[in-house]
């Protein structure tokens, strides 16, 4: 493209332009070869700004190419680029003209809109797995592989497996019993199935993906290492235990032998004396304030007024101090031992577990064909060990790359960059131009592994041959003057106040991501407003911090409400999900102090689908249509739960639930149609239960909730075509996960409320800020590499995160680990505070009186464990109340003619649910699938009972096996991996020896058949024995059975076996046949 070799690295502070400069650059490389967006990969991070991107680029062509005005300053823009890449002969010569710029960006548009699938616009995790694709036959890889997202499903389904499959020889099966009596030990719930779970997300975080193999065949090696390091860590810990208490123990014997107490000395155990008794419980507790002086000065050991002063005081000086200074520098000495030792001891169980979950994994994975999206990039920086490997890589996506333009790079991983590291090089050698756009101040994904030192420092070094070119955008189009001068002031301030406020990290380098905060303002975006306000509870008793902090959220909305602006102009953003639902909630249910009727919360991440009274009666019906037969008969307080939200639904009369329970027969407060035809509904498919069920309630006279049914309908369909379930596991799956899943808001009119990290890389006219007052913490697990004495040579170990890492090995990571988190919730609030065009608002608790924190002269260091701590330094001098509100609005843009940049208008879904035109029909044997329920309705287990019982029924001999299961098979009843187990598990069963004759072929069979009685009062019964066979004077009943053994079981087979004998069969003997545990039992 040019003979300079460069790359460009834009540094773009919010609202500078970045997806402008982007776009530009991209429509650049266009108009000099219409064709060479063949050859340009541009990234984003989600899916929707790979469309907006798409868009932009598209209608932006159509624009230069039909001299639209309103893209006249991407043809500047264009001009300019192309003057910068020394192409400036080119223009200077009108090859690249004006004219002709306009007939490329026409060419270049046709051939895209021709050729799309070239056009590669697309996230990181698309690119990659396209190239995954590519690589399946070598992988392995079916070319037809599914890709799951879900990464807490799988890693469920491998914690599960692995449990499941313990026997009493696996070692495993050791390792959680020491696992579940250490968490009893430490008094923690025993139940660790949520803890493996938790911890084996680790799987695919990239410490742990880097360095994964190795740490396994560490342990493959010396399967008795973990046990080893573990006896070793307890025996140093207990002997440093044991070492401070002896030594603290002097203590105490020397103000015994002179007849002093600890109450004799200042403040009690609350000084001095407090010191050596943490000791001598083991814990090496650092000395507060009182303990540090009392080390310098014999006075500080006593009070004025005591009786005692000069007698305790001379034995400070002679005995007591330099007992203090002793105890405190062993202190020092065995901290380090106590404190490494259970930093890593808190995760060797899992550690220890984590490799069979993820064999596991790997192996239901295969089974299905499954891929996992999130092990993609791991996968491909493992097969890149060379050059050679990287080319042969990306020629497999069957395109060369000429070109990368990657967006957002500040939160790109480091598996993610080495992955793109090779393919830029390769660029660079070849002459071609890449580009890079992002803010470091804007990195809060780092949950996601994303790593902003990468764009701050590494990418200088790792491409260094590159001669990287640093651009800063520092013109702020977004906000006006006010909003950009505050955020200046404020992090410039905040930056400056850490240097001196914190001694816990590197403060030098929380300043450097934030020296290009200063922003220039557009021409003439004057005016803005920035308003901070504390907020205190008011005196009543039943008021809360959270309700005076709705309270004030709803004064400001109807301030900025009465001062003109629309509700669309207003955005809430809060640093959690709950706080958003908090506000929404308040606002409902105090009309009163609203004072108005007409405020509508907009959200995508407030309103769970629990949250809807119709979406709740759907789920409770289900659930109530698949309990337990002889559980319906009680489920009183269900029905009655049902009744009370029809009745406020439906019926409109509010009935409580002692109105309700006055009934002798609760069912009458629900339709008919619902409760005398359970069985009907029971033996319907989900898909057509849930309309049936809508439609009974009568829920098309139900508004307001219309959103609440579509999602849920559209949950229910994916479920089914996904996991091809029945009600009962749509129901577990309810309880799991889906109840607190929330509905998209759509684009109706509204006050928006989302999350800081939802908000990124939006803007509002106006934007309130509540709750900002989060704790700065993280219980995140860091993979720490530990010397030889605490690791037994494992690479890497997995800790939490705590503050005795301070007096650790981890010294180091723990400062590290400190800045990173001081810098995530930093840019937390730069992300927050630039959003706004006009309006800030920042709302956070007031101080009450009993609140000591932080009341430290401007000489000692701040302890910021809260972002409030950090408004407070950085509101030091540029303090902002302002009570105005701006109502300036930017210049209305004309309509645009561009065809390619329509405009949408909100159509409103109706729903109404038709009758079903041609019956449903459920034969018997599928019946059998329809989870009617026994004692645990939503086992995966009873479902796989029943499947088998129904395969055993249709089998008449050993040879009608295959048969059958293929069919099942055909029909899509169960998988490939489902046929070839139960397949093996079948041919396993009907190895016994009696049930070899029993399949030999030489009887005359009865397989299901209903024998039908009358009782005393005429009703006729039916009933069904599983199996009957008849050879001449002999007749045998079997009944399957796949639980445990039940007296009921005795009883149905006694039934039949009286039943058979009536009906005129001789010598009729009868069987239980446990199938799983290959027991049969004569009855």
């Not at 109706?910 to 989870?931: C, D, E, G, K, W």
């Not at 293929?966 to 396993?988: A, C, N, P, W």
């Not at 009696?994 to 072929?1001: A, Q, S």
Request: glycine share 4%; with cysteine; hydrophobic share 35%.
């Amino acid at each position: 493209m040019n003979n300079q070799t460069q790359l460009k690295i834009y540094k773009a502070s919010a609202g500078s332009g970045k997806t402008f400069t982007l776009a530009a650059s991209y429509i650049a490389l266009l108009v000099q070869n219409p064709d060479s967006y063949r050859r340009i990969l541009a990234v984003t991070f989600t899916n929707k700004a790979t469309g907006e991107m798409k868009e932009r680029i598209l209608s932006q062509l159509y624009g230069i190419a039909h001299s639209l005005s309103d893209s006249d300053r991407y043809v500047e823009a264009v001009i300019r680029l192309l003057k910068e890449q020394d192409i400036e002969e080119d223009v200077a010569h009108n090859k690249l003209d004006e004219e002709r710029i306009r007939l490329n960006a026409e060419k270049a548009l046709t051939n895209i809109l021709h050729n799309y699938s070239f056009f590669r616009i697309e996230t990181i995790d698309s690119f990659m797995l396209s190239i995954l694709r590519n690589l399946a036959k070598e992988l392995d890889l079916g070319s037809n592989m599914d890709i799951e997202l879900d990464e807490k499903k799988v890693i469920s389904e491998g914690v599960n497996e692995t449990i499941r499959q313990l026997s009493l020889s696996s070692p495993e099966l050791e390792w959680i019993i020491e696992y579940i009596e250490s968490v009893i030990d430490d008094e923690q719930d025993w139940n660790i199935t949520k803890k493996l779970e938790k911890f084996a997300e680790n799987l695919h975080k990239e410490t742990y993906q880097r360095h994964s193999n190795e740490i396994q065949q560490i342990l493959k090696n010396n399967p008795k290492l973990i046990n080893q390091l573990r006896q070793h860590l307890y025996t140093d810990r207990e002997n440093a235990r044991r070492a401070l208490k002896d030594k603290a123990q002097q203590f105490f014997a020397i103000i015994s032998q002179h007849g002093l107490e600890i109450n004799d000395f200042a403040y009690g155990r609350g000084g001095v004396c407090g010191y050596f008794l943490s000791l001598i419980e083991g814990e090496p507790i650092p000395p507060k304030k009182r303990a540090t002086d009392a080390s310098e000065d014999p006075y500080k050991w006593t009070t004025t007024t005591s009786d005692k002063r000069e007698i305790i005081s001379q034995l400070a000086e002679n005995k007591l101090i330099p007992l203090l200074n002793e105890m405190e520098k062993l202190r020092q000495s065995k901290a380090v031992i106590i404190n490494t030792s259970s930093l890593i001891l808190g995760n060797l169980y899992q550690l220890q577990l984590i490799g069979s979950i993820d064999e596991k994994i790997q192996e239901i994975s295969q089974k299905k064909n499954r891929w996992l999206l999130a092990d993609t990039c791991t996968m491909l920086m493992q097969m890149a060990t060379g050059p050679s490997d990287t080319s042969f890589i990306y020629e497999k996506t069957g395109t060369e790359i000429d070109h990368i333009l990657i967006d957002e790079f500040q939160d790109t991983s480091g598996i993610q960059w080495a992955n793109f590291l090779p393919l830029i090089r390769e660029n660079v050698s070849r002459g071609k131009d890449n580009l890079i756009v992002g803010d470091v101040k804007q990195a809060i994904y780092r949950f996601r592994d994303s790593n902003a030192d990468i764009m701050e420092r590494e990418i200088k070094d790792d491409l260094a041959l590159a001669n990287p070119k640093e651009i800063p955008l520092n013109t702020n189009f977004r906000s006006r003057q006010a909003i950009v001068d505050f955020n200046t002031e404020f992090f410039t301030n905040l930056t400056e106040a850490l240097k001196t406020n914190q001694e816990d990290c590197d403060t030098e380098t929380i300043a450097n991501f934030y020296k290009d905060v200063k922003q220039k303002v557009k021409e003439g975006n004057t005016g803005g407003s920035v308003r901070f306000l504390k907020v205190n509870a008011s005196d009543k008793g039943d008021d809360t911090a959270t309700d005076a902090m709705c309270r004030a959220t709803t004064k400001e909305i109807g301030r900025l409400l009465d001062a003109g602006l629309k509700q669309s102009d207003i955005a809430i953003l809060t640093r959690a999900k709950k706080e958003i639902t908090q506000i929404a909630e308040w606002i409902t249910s105090h009309p009163e102090e609203v004072g108005r009727d007409d405020i509508r919360i907009i959200s995508s991440e407030a309103f769970s689908l629990d949250s809807s009274e119709v979406v709740r009666l759907l789920i409770s019906t289900l659930r109530w249509i698949c309990s337990p037969l002889e559980d319906k008969k009680e489920d009183i307080v269900s029905l009655a739960y049902m009744g009370i939200i029809y009745h406020k639904l439906i019926l409109k009369d509010n009935k409580e639930i002692p109105e309700i329970l006055q009934n002798k027969d609760i069912k009458y407060d629900l339709p008919s149609s619902i409760i005398q035809q359970h069985d009907e509904l029971a033996a319907l498919p989900l898909g057509v239960l849930i309309y049936e069920l809508y439609d009974r309630y009568f829920l098309n006279r139900v508004e307001g909730h219309d959103a609440y049914l579509q999602s849920l309908f559209d949950e229910i369909q994916h479920f089914i075509v996904k996991e091809n379930g029945d009600s009962s596991q749509f129901i577990q799956t309810w309880d799991d996960k889906l109840s607190s899943k929330t509905i998209p808001a759509g684009n109706a009119e509204g006050i928006r409320a989302m999350t800081i990290h939802k908000a990124k890389g939006l803007e509002f006219h106006s934007v309130i800020v509540p709750f900002c007052e989060w704790k700065i913490e993280s219980s995140a697990t860091l993979w720490v590499s530990p010397d030889e004495k605490y690791g037994e040579g494992l690479p890497f170990v997995p800790i939490q995160r705590d503050a005795s890492m301070k007096e650790s090995i981890f010294s180091n990571e723990y400062r590290e680990e400190t800045r990173k988190l001081l810098t995530d919730n930093l840019n937390l609030l730069y992300v927050a505070f630039t959003r706004p065009t006009s309006n800030l608002i920042v709302l956070r608790k007031g101080k009450n009186e009993d609140d000591k924190t932080n009341k430290k002269s401007s000489t000692q260091t701040y302890s910021l464990t809260n972002v409030a701590n950090l408004i407070e330094l950085g509101l030091k001098g540029v303090e902002r109340n302002d009570d105005s509100v701006c109502t300036l609005y930017d210049k209305e843009k004309e309509k645009s003619e561009n065809p390619l940049l329509p405009e949408f208008s909100t159509c409103q879904t109706l729903y109404h649910s038709s009758p079903i035109s041609v019956p449903f029909r459920q034969s018997n044997a599928s019946r059998t699938y329809v989870n009617r329920g026994d004692d645990s309705p939503m086992s995966e287990f009873i479902e796989q009972g029943k499947l088998l019982h129904d395969i055993f029924a249709h089998i008449y001999t050993a040879d009608d096996t295959s048969g059958y299961i293929d069919k099942l098979y055909r029909m899509g009843t169960i998988d490939k991996i489902q046929r070839e187990d139960i397949s093996d598990f079948v041919r396993h069963a009907l190895t016994l020896p009696e049930v070899k004759e029993w399949f030999d072929g030489t009887y005359r069979l009865y397989n299901e058949c209903t024998i039908l009685t009358k009782d005393g009062t005429g009703i006729v019964r039916q009933n069904r024995p599983d199996r009957v066979m008849v050879n001449g004077e002999k007749t045998i009943v079997v009944d399957f059975k796949f639980g445990m053994p039940h007296s009921a079981h005795v009883k149905q087979v006694k039934k039949y076996m009286d039943l058979l004998t009536k009906m005129g069969f001789k010598n009729v003997e009868g069987y239980l046949w446990y199938v799983t545990n290959s027991a049969i039992k004569k009855v």
